[in-house]
């Protein structure tokens, strides 16, 4: 089974410029969640969906918003975007509620 | 406020050894833990998780140990092979259908051959 898949693996922006970026689940997995790792802050949870419903959101402002497609599929879209948003922004998928997360490999965003 | 919290940042064991990291965590209401390891430019990978209806969980060379009284689980790793060296992060989940994971900062585990 193909694992979780994100792209692109590496993008640069500048200031006040949005980004999307893409995940695909593994095959058969309806629930995926995005999560931002920087060298501060470690990982930490941004939102998850599921059947294409924001199930559950973390502590970011509003300029963070995703969505999920019917196939399961998820973008994530960060607008106005600021120094502080480089990262490696990761996404893992579950078969379920409550399961076991599986990461992709990320995708590197740096902000200049 | 962390509500996940692994102490050492980094941690060197000899290889054939046995390498224990620990995370303690403040949330009673986290029901769920979990281990990934992730290496550079790569996703967390995962490695073994615990109920906390369980004190213990077992796979391998890897076994993760909770103690609900102290809010406090580890993870021991035996014996240690160089390709352990990675970044290893502790995740606790909370019930209720609540999916998000709350990480530890990590610890860097480097084994020395």
């Known amino acids: 089974k193909a694992g979780v898949t994100q792209t692109p693996r590496y993008l640069i922006k500048t200031r006040g410029q949005q980004v999307t970026l893409s995940c695909s689940p593994i095959?058969?997995?309806?629930?995926v969640s995005w999560y931002q790792q920087t060298p501060g802050q470690g990982l930490q949870f941004l939102f998850e969906?599921?059947?294409?419903?924001?199930?559950n959101k973390g502590n970011f402002p509003g300029r963070f918003s995703g969505r999920q497609f019917s196939n399961s599929r998820s973008e994530m879209n960060v607008s106005t975007l600021e120094l502080g948003d480089s990262a490696l922004y990761l996404c893992?998928?579950?078969?379920?509620?409550?399961?076991?997360?599986?990461f992709g490999p990320g995708t590197r965003l740096l902000v200049l | 406020d962390q509500q996940v919290k692994q102490n050492s940042p980094s941690l060197s064991v000899q290889e054939g050894r046995i390498s224990i990291l620990n995370c303690d965590y403040t949330?009673?209401?986290?029901?769920?833990f979990l281990w990934y390891k992730k290496y550079p430019a790569e996703g967390p990978t995962f490695l073994i998780s615990?109920?906390?209806?369980?004190d213990k969980n077992e796979d391998g060379r890897f076994t993760v140990f909770l103690n609900k009284s102290a809010k406090h689980l580890s993870l021991h790793i035996v014996p240690s092979q160089p390709g352990d060296s990675a970044v290893y992060f502790c995740?606790?989940?909370?019930?209720?259908?609540?999916?998000?994971?709350?990480f530890g900062k990590g610890t860097h585990l480097i084994i020395q051959p």
């Open positions: 893992a998928s579950t078969s379920g509620v409550q399961e076991t997360q599986y």
């Open positions: 095959s058969g997995h309806r629930s």
């Open positions: 969906y599921f059947s294409e419903t924001q199930r």
């Open positions: 949330n009673s209401m986290f029901d769920y």
């Open positions: 615990i109920s906390s209806i369980k």
């Open positions: 995740a606790a989940r909370l019930g209720g259908g609540a999916d998000g994971l709350t």
